[in-house]
């Protein structure tokens, strides 16, 4: 996973790259028991535009995340809102996995927005949600892929 800082600092931009085929890559991000292996279960999420979804989050003062999917391109794009609408402060960022065939594999670009750097806290809960991302959230996905 490399960030590159060329990118926008207000994002979490995270490339990885994974041995699977584009449409492993595109099952894990969209199929309801593989999303549980390396995020979370979502409750009636459907790879359609405006279908609105939910992730449950177990042990946590945030009890779960409401999504819509804005964008859905097989094999290539899946963007959804993600907001926290229970916490203390209440949140709302975009989350968008972009899919390219890469040789024999498949690379994988998150992009996650709607941070405000200028504001303190959420400049240190965007450095939080990278780290999570980077070193929790993706490995576990590489690590779905070996089930």
């Known amino acids: 996973m ?10 979490v931009e995270l490339g990885s790259f994974f041995a699977q085929s584009p449409e ?9 028991d593989l999303l ?23 042990d946590s003062s945030v009890d779960e995340i409401a999504c819509e999917v804005l964008a859905a391109e097989p094999c290539r794009r899946l963007t959804y809102s993600w907001v926290y609408s229970r916490a203390e402060y209440p949140a709302r960022w975009v989350v968008d996995w972009t899919i390219r065939p890469q040789g024999r594999g498949t690379r994988l670009l998150l992009t996650q927005t709607g941070f405000d750097i200028g ?4 400049r240190m809960v965007r450095n939080a949600v990278e780290r999570s991302w980077k070193r929790r ?8 892929f070996q089930h």
């Open 36 to 58: 549980e292996r390396w995020l979370l279960r979502p409750a009636g999420f459907a790879v359609i535009v405006g279908t609105r979804f939910r992730f449950a989050v177990p």
């Open 2 to 11: 490399i960030a590159d800082p060329r990118l926008n600092p207000a994002a």
């Open 119 to 122: 504001n303190r806290r959420q």
């Open 137 to 144: 959230v993706l490995p576990r996905l590489g690590e779905a």
């Open 24 to 32: 492993v890559v595109w099952r894990a991000l969209t199929e309801p």
